[in-house]
C-alpha cells in the first residue's frame, strides 16, 4: 500500500506551513493533498502559493493532488474552486458536488466528504472520472469490503487512517464564538490552535475538537494496527492526516509497519506517545467513533 498526505486542516503561518511540507518531503510519503479544504478566510497559503508548492514536490518525485473546499459559501470560494479544477496539471480531489461536476471527464479524485456510501455512487463517479475515492469514516470495514468487491478496477481506494476525524462543517465558525467574535470579523483566531480547540464536557471529558468551521474529533483516530487486514482487503493507499508536532515520526511507524519492518504491536506503543491526544477507532468497527477497540 502507498501513503499519502492529506490536506492540512488546520490553520498555520505560511512559514510554518512550507517547512512542514519541505520536511515531509523525505518520508515516506507517495501522495501530497494540497490546499485549503477548511475555510476559504485562511489566507496565509494563497492559491498560487499552494501551485508554487505543488511544482516544487512533484519536482522532487512526489505524486501530488489538489485539494478544494468541502463548503463554498461565496462566488469568490467558487471561482478559486474552478481555477483548481480547470488547472491541467495536478489531478484534483474534490470535497463536494460541485467541483465533481467541474471535473467531469477528468481524472479526479473524491475526498471523505463526499457520500461515496455504496457501489453504485462509486460506480457513477467511475463513469465522470473518478480514479480514486476516499472512503466516509464513518463506514465500517465490513461496508469497505462490500465496496471493494464491487467496485471498478481502475478506481483506488484509499483509507483515512491517522488523524483527528472530520465530523461536520457550518456556515458558522466555532473557534470564533468561543471567542465572542463574529464570524466576519474572527481575527483569524483559529491559528492560535495548530492542533484544533479541545472541547471537553461538563464531565471533564475530551468529546470534541473545534477548528473553525469545521468540527473534529477530540480523539485521533489510528488504523495502525489494521494495516495487515487492509493490505488483504486490497486498499489501495493509507491517507494519513496532519499534526503539528511529529509527524515525521508517525509516517515513519506507518511505512515500517506497512513493510513488515517493525511489528504492529511495537509500532503502535510507540505511536501513541506522539499523539496529542486519546486514540479511538470505533467507526471501523461499526462501534461509536469515540470507543477504541483491540484488533
Known amino acids: 500500500m ?106 479526479f479524485v ?8 455504496n457501489q453504485h455512487t462509486i460506480k457513477l463517479l467511475a463513469g465522470l472520472g473518478l480514479k480514486r475515492w476516499v472512503m466516509p469514516l464513518e463506514l465500517s470495514k465490513e461496508t469497505l469490503a462490500d465496496l471493494l468487491a464491487e467496485k471498478p478496477a481502475e478506481v483506488e481506494a484509499e483509507i483515512f487512517a491517522f488523524g483527528r476525524i472530520p465530523l461536520a462543517y457550518s456556515a458558522r465558525c466555532y473557534t470564533a464564538r468561543a471567542h465572542n467574535l463574529q464570524k466576519d470579523d474572527c481575527q483569524y483566531r483559529c491559528i492560535d490552535y495548530p492542533d484544533g480547540m479541545l472541547l471537553n464536557t461538563q464531565e471533564e471529558q475530551k468529546f470534541l475538537n473545534l477548528n473553525g468551521i469545521q468540527t473534529l474529533s477530540a480523539q485521533t483516530y489510528n488504523l495502525l494496527p489494521e494495516i495487515e487486514t487492509m493490505k488483504q482487503m486490497g486498499v489501495d493507499i493509507l491517507r494519513l492526516s496532519p499534526q503539528y508536532r511529529h509527524m515525521n515520526k508517525v509516517i515513519d511507524l506507518f511505512d515500517q509497519c506497512n513493510n513488515q519492518q517493525l511489528s504492529i504491536n511495537e509500532a503502535n506503543s510507540q505511536l501513541e506517545k506522539l499523539l496529542t491526544t486519546d486514540s479511538c477507532n470505533g467507526y471501523w468497527y461499526g462501534d461509536a467513533g469515540i470507543a477504541s477497540k483491540a484488533s
Open 2 to 107: 502507498r501513503l499519502s498526505l492529506g490536506p492540512n486542516l488546520f490553520y498555520w503561518s505560511k512559514e510554518d506551513t512550507l517547512a512542514f511540507y519541505r520536511d515531509m518531503v523525505d518520508t515516506a510519503i507517495d501522495i501530497f493533498y494540497l490546499g485549503e479544504a477548511v475555510c476559504s478566510k485562511r489566507k496565509q497559503m494563497r492559491t498560487q502559493d499552494w501551485f508554487d508548492l505543488a511544482d516544487e514536490l512533484q519536482s522532487k518525485g512526489k505524486e501530488v493532488v489538489l485539494s478544494t473546499l468541502a463548503l463554498n459559501e461565496a462566488d469568490s470560494d467558487i471561482k478559486t474552486m474552478k481555477r483548481i479544477c480547470d488547472n491541467e496539471k495536478f489531478m484534483v480531489e474534490a470535497n463536494d458536488m460541485g467541483a465533481v461536476s467541474l471535473l467531469e471527464g477528468k481524472a
Open 110 to 117: 473524491t475526498g471523505h466528504s463526499v457520500n461515496t456510501y
